[in-house]
C-alpha cells in the first residue's frame, strides 16, 4: 500500500566483505530510484562483527530517505537492493559476513510489529554501531517506544565497542 504523506525512513547500511564504500553508494543511488531521496546521511563508522567473530571490520552508515512508501514495500526493496548488490542470506540462524545489509531503524515515530517486519528495529538501543550514527544525524528524535532520545539511548547503551567514525 503506498501512503500519500512523505515520511522520513531511516537505513542503517552495513557490511564487510568487498568495497563496502563502493556498495554503500551504489545502494543508496538504487533506493534513491525506488524509495525516494535521501535528505541525511551519516559519516561512515568503523567497527568489529557485532554478534559473532570475524576477521573483517564492518563499516555503517546511516541514510534518511524522503518517501511515501509503506513500511512493507520499503522492506520489500531494501531486500531486492541486497541481493541485486550481491547478498547472499545464509539460511541457518545468526550472523555472518556479508557484502551489504539494509536495516529499517524508523518510519518516523511508527510503531509496527508483523511476522516479518518490527520498527524500530527490535535490537537498535543495543548497538552502538547503530546509535552512533542516529545520534549523528537525529541526536534529539525520541525512540517511540522507549519513549527517549538517541542521544539518551546511546548514553545507555550497553555496547561498549571501539567504533571509528572515518569521514
Given amino acids: 500500500m503506498v501512503k500519500r504523506d512523505m515520511k522520513t525512513v531511516s537505513l542503517l ?80 540462524q545468526g550472523y555472518s559476513d556479508r557484502i551489504i545489509d539494509i536495516d529499517i531503524l524508523y518510519l518516523e515515530d511508527l510503531i509496527i510489529e508483523t511476522e516479518d517486519l518490527t520498527i524500530p528495529h527490535p535490537k537498535l538501543q543495543e548497538r552502538l554501531f547503530a ?5 549523528e544525524i537525529a541526536p534529539n528524535f525520541i525512540h517511540p517506544v522507549f519513549k527517549k532520545t538517541n542521544k539518551s539511548l546511546l548514553s545507555l547503551c550497553p555496547d561498549k565497542s571501539k567504533i571509528e567514525k572515518l569521514n
Avoid at 36 to 47: E, H, Q, V
Fill in 13 to 92: 547500511f552495513g557490511g564487510n566483505i568487498g568495497e563496502t564504500k563502493v556498495v554503500f553508494e551504489k545502494a543508496s543511488q538504487l533506493l534513491q530510484q525506488k524509495i525516494g531521496s535521501i535528505s541525511a546521511r551519516s559519516s561512515i563508522y568503523r567497527s568489529k562483527a557485532w554478534g559473532y567473530e570475524s576477521k573483517n571490520d564492518f563499516l555503517n552508515q546511516l541514510f534518511f530517505f524522503e518517501t511515501r512508501l509503506s513500511a512493507e514495500m520499503i522492506l520489500e526493496i531494501c531486500l531486492e537492493a541486497e541481493q541485486i548488490l550481491g547478498r547472499q542470506r545464509n539460511s541457518g
Fill in 131 to 135: 546509535l552512533l550514527p542516529l545520534n
